[in-house]
C-alpha cells in the first residue's frame, strides 16, 4: 500500500510528514522557527515504550540530541489548523513540548498505545489520519481561524507589512494580530520574520552571497539578515551553515513524505 495515499486525507491540515530512524541510536534534532505546530510520536527503548508530544511554533531555534529514540513519525500542520485540531490555542503551545493525552485526555493515551501497535509506516500514518479526522468533526472552527489561514498566504506571498495585510482583509491591525496569535501561535510580524529565514536559508542551499540573499529574501541589507540570524537562530548565518551534518543532523536517517 502507497503510504502517500494514507496521507491523502491528512492534506487539508497537514503540509508535512516525515518518517525519522536515527542511525546507531544517535539523533541531532534541530527546529528552526517557522510558525509551524507539529505532532510527534516516539518509539522509545527498542518498542518497549512510546509517545506521542506537540510542539508549539519556535520563536528561537531548539538543538537537542535525543537518545533512547528507535523511530519518529512527524506531522506537520498548516499554520493556522492546529487550535481547532488540538483544542488548545495555538499560542499556548508556543516553545512548549506538550503530551498529546494533556490536550486529548485518554483519547491521547489511547491513541500513543494503537499506534505503538502498528508494525509499519502505513498502519501508523491511517491511525493518525482516523483520529485526526474525528478530531475534525468534534470541534467547531470559528471564523478567526480561516481570517488567520488567509494572513499567513499574505505573509508567505510578497506582502511583509502586517497593516497592509489586515487592509487587504478589511479587518484592523489589532483584530488580525488577535486572531493570528490564537491560530498560528506567534505575531504576524514574528511571522513574517520566520518567512525571511526560512527563505535566506532555501537560497543558502545554491548561493554564499549573502549580500544578494538578503535582498531576495526581503531583508533590509546584509547586516539585518545576520542580527536576525542571530536572533532567532543563535547563530551567525556561516556558522550555521558550517555545523556538522545536516538539518537533522548526520546521525540520522529520514525518510520523507509529502502530505
Not at 39 to 68: I, M, S
Not at 139 to 148: D, I, M, N, V
Not at 169 to 189: C, M, S, Y
Request: glycine share 8%; aromatic share 6%.
Amino acid at each position: 500500500m502507497d503510504p502517500a495515499a494514507l496521507t491523502f486525507s491528512l492534506s487539508r491540515f497537514v503540509e508535512d510528514v516525515r518518517a525519522v530512524v536515527p542511525v546507531a541510536g544517535h539523533a541531532r534534532h534541530e527546529r528552526l522557527p517557522d510558525g509551524r505546530t507539529t505532532l510527534v510520536f516516539r518509539v522509545l527503548e527498542e518498542g518497549r515504550r512510546g509517545d506521542v508530544c506537540v510542539a508549539g511554533p519556535r520563536t528561537r531555534a531548539l538543538f537537542k540530541n535525543p537518545t533512547g529514540v528507535t523511530r519518529a513519525v512527524i506531522l506537520q500542520f498548516k499554520p493556522g489548523w492546529s487550535a481547532s485540531l488540538l483544542g488548545v490555542a495555538a499560542n499556548a503551545l508556543t516553545d512548549r513540548i506538550v503530551p498529546l493525552e494533556d490536550l486529548w485526555g485518554r483519547s491521547g493515551s489511547d491513541l500513543c498505545l494503537e499506534l505503538l501497535a502498528a508494525r509499519r509506516l502505513p498502519e501508523v500514518l491511517e491511525r493518525l489520519s482516523q483520529a485526526i479526522s474525528l478530531r475534525t468533526h468534534q470541534t467547531f472552527e470559528p471564523a478567526s481561524a480561516r481570517l488567520a489561514r488567509r494572513a499567513v498566504r499574505l505573509l508567505e506571498g510578497d506582502e511583509v507589512r502586517v497593516e497592509t495585510v489586515a487592509e487587504q482583509l478589511g479587518v484592523t491591525a489589532r483584530h488580525l494580530r488577535r486572531a493570528f496569535t490564537e491560530h498560528v501561535g506567534i505575531g504576524p510580524k514574528d511571522f513574517a520574520r520566520t518567512v525571511r529565514l526560512q527563505r535566506a536559508l532555501r537560497m543558502a542551499e545554491s548561493s554564499k552571497d549573502w549580500g544578494r540573499i538578503a535582498a531576495d529574501a526581503g531583508y533590509y541589507d546584509q547586516s539585518h539578515l545576520i542580527a536576525d540570524f542571530r536572533e532567532l537562530v543563535g547563530l551567525t548565518p556561516g556558522a550555521f551553515m558550517r555545523r556538522p551534518g545536516a538539518r537533522f543532523g548526520s546521525g540520522e536517517a529520514e525518510a520523507e513524505l509529502h502530505a
